[in-house]
């Protein structure tokens, strides 16, 4: 369904390929997953599909890329819509209309189609997508996941052959995230639809694909079976690192394939050793904080402390008030009631300059805060802001996602990479409260695992850290303290292990596996005895 004959493409002024001599064939109702490194191509891999690539791009392109029998070289997009839909990352960008059933019609009334068979197919997906409770609920009010099957849902009325989701679960809690994983497995095996997918977070998708296609930093493409190319791919999930680690073949692809092997790696872990932050004294404290919007109550009377030097995770499902919870504690978002003290001082009532060097928020769209032409404007602006050495700001950003053209236009950086700059930039200012929304969102495990670390070692230079997340591995890898949200109240607050071994929803894979307050796989590493 669809071929790559040797692909090589090389975007305008790049002074190298981001994609080399690709041969590459997926079937018909195949879901092929594509797998790599932060910003090494897979979005580029997913646009050519339609043509996106290098059609609105520019670049050139050497090679052959069909798809259901069509060179893209001979069509343009909009020609290729009947046969290929695609689903960006932020697909709540890309609505048009006010209602789901409005959004779900409007590609076929680009196509033209008859109003009788416009009726008929929207009826069908609303049914597929599990949609037909919200076809009247405007795009505004859907929640996460609501938005993310709508925008696939607005592609399928058009009956394409192919699906090409841009990490379609990358903004979502768990639970919305096997919702929309369900819809599209359902595509798959009930429809035989092909789908080609993007992922960063591999332990929810993995044990569902049918082919894994692995993109490494020089841009050589390798697919395969998932098991065999998980054997050696630069990015994997927790159970496949563990089925490493325990020297297991083949490599379990899900908790229940690991599940049953887990018996005799049990046997030789020592108890995992406690996490004993060097906590100081209490820096943040809200008190009765509460947030409306008309007459939604998004934060309800929340109480909550947080120490120098304290890593806190916040987590509850899309929807639960984490985003406003934040924008409340860093002092310009809406307030209904009750108190923040920071060090004594409300940031509220500081000029931004000040109430920088107080609290710092990396926000859930990044972009909102990048404005310059370059990564170097940006970074030099915020050295000279906080006044500090030039190149500070860049160096930081390349301890995040490694090296980086300093010349490149934010705009054209990969989510996970935007996140990594404005995160670079807030800290110039060396703030007492560091608030972090989603930072995880667009990240390879590499790429997470230095944030981790960097997280770390911002904590143990005394800032308090509060992180707003869904990535349940972050989490397990980096707080000392979980503290769960639903519907704007606080419903669970404990050390990390107490929290997420309790739960099937946010316990992490190592825990599900191996039944104990091991979270990670470093734990395991850690405990683990000669064999």
Not at 217 to 230: D, I, S, T
Not at 239 to 254: E, I, K, M, N, T
Request: net charge negative; hydrophobic share 45%.
């Amino acid at each position: 369904m669809i071929t790559f004959h040797r692909v090589t493409f090389t975007y305008p002024n790049a002074d190298r390929p981001t994609l080399v001599g690709v041969d590459l064939h997926v079937g018909e109702g195949e879901l092929a997953l594509v797998v790599g490194p932060t910003g090494v191509g897979k979005s580029t891999l997913l646009r050519m599909v339609n043509g996106l690539v290098p059609r609105f791009s520019g670049g050139r392109l050497e090679g052959r890329v069909e798809v259901g029998g069509r060179d893209i070289a001979d069509h343009t997009v909009g020609e290729m819509a009947d046969l290929v839909g695609h689903v960006a990352q932020d697909p709540s960008a890309g609505f048009v209309a006010d209602t789901v059933e409005e959004e779900l019609a409007f590609t076929m009334e680009q196509l033209g189609l008859d109003p009788g068979v416009m009726r008929k197919r929207v009826e069908e997906v609303l049914d597929l997508m599990g949609l037909t409770h919200l076809r009247s609920r405007r795009l505004a009010d859907l929640s996460g996941g609501e938005a993310q099957r709508v925008a696939i849902g607005a592609v399928l009325t058009a009956h394409p052959k192919v699906m090409v989701l841009d990490e379609p679960t990358s903004a979502l809690d768990p639970a919305a995230a096997e919702e929309v994983l369900a819809s599209i497995t359902r595509l798959v095996h009930d429809v035989g639809t092909t789908v080609l997918m993007a992922e960063h977070r591999l332990e929810r998708v993995v044990q569902y694909a049918d082919r894994v296609i692995h993109i490494d930093p020089e841009g050589r493409v390798e697919g395969g079976a998932p098991a065999e190319v998980m054997e050696t791919s630069s990015v994997a999930p927790p159970v496949v690192r563990l089925g490493r680690l325990a020297g297991w073949s083949p490599l379990p692809l899900s908790v229940r394939d690991a599940r049953r092997r887990a018996a005799s790696l049990v046997s030789r872990l020592r108890p995992p050793a406690p996490r004993s932050p060097n906590v100081g004294a209490t820096v943040l404290e809200a008190r009765g904080l509460t947030v409306a919007y008309g007459d939604v109550a998004a934060v309800r009377g929340v109480d909550l402390r947080i120490a120098a030097g304290e890593i806190v995770a916040l987590m509850g499902r899309n929807g639960a008030g984490k985003s406003s919870l934040l924008w409340a504690l860093q002092g310009t978002g809406r307030r209904s009631g009750g108190r923040v003290s920071i060090g004594g001082v409300d940031p509220a009532t500081l000029e931004a300059g000040r109430a920088r060097r107080l609290v710092a928020l990396v926000p859930h769209e990044p972009s909102d805060l990048l404005f310059m032409e370059t990564v170097a404007d940006e970074c030099g602006r915020a050295d000279a802001t906080n006044g500090s050495p030039p190149g500070t700001c860049l160096a930081r950003l390349r301890q995040l996602v490694g090296d980086i053209d300093p010349q490149t236009h934010p705009a054209d950086l990969s989510e996970g990479q935007k996140l990594a700059l404005v995160l670079a930039i807030q800290l110039g200012a060396g703030p007492e409260v560091l608030l972090l929304d989603e930072p995880t969102r667009g990240m390879d495990y590499a790429a997470k695992q230095r944030l981790s670390g960097l997280i770390g070692e911002i904590a143990a230079q005394g800032t308090a850290v509060m992180v707003a997340t869904h990535d349940v591995e972050f989490a397990a890898e980096t707080a000392h303290r979980v503290v769960v949200m639903a519907e704007g109240e606080i419903v669970a607050d404990d050390r990390t292990a107490t929290v997420v071994v309790s739960s099937p929803v946010f316990a992490p894979q190592v825990a599900k596996v191996l039944a104990g307050d091991w979270l990670t796989v470093g734990d395991v590493a850690a405990a683990l005895e000669p064999a």
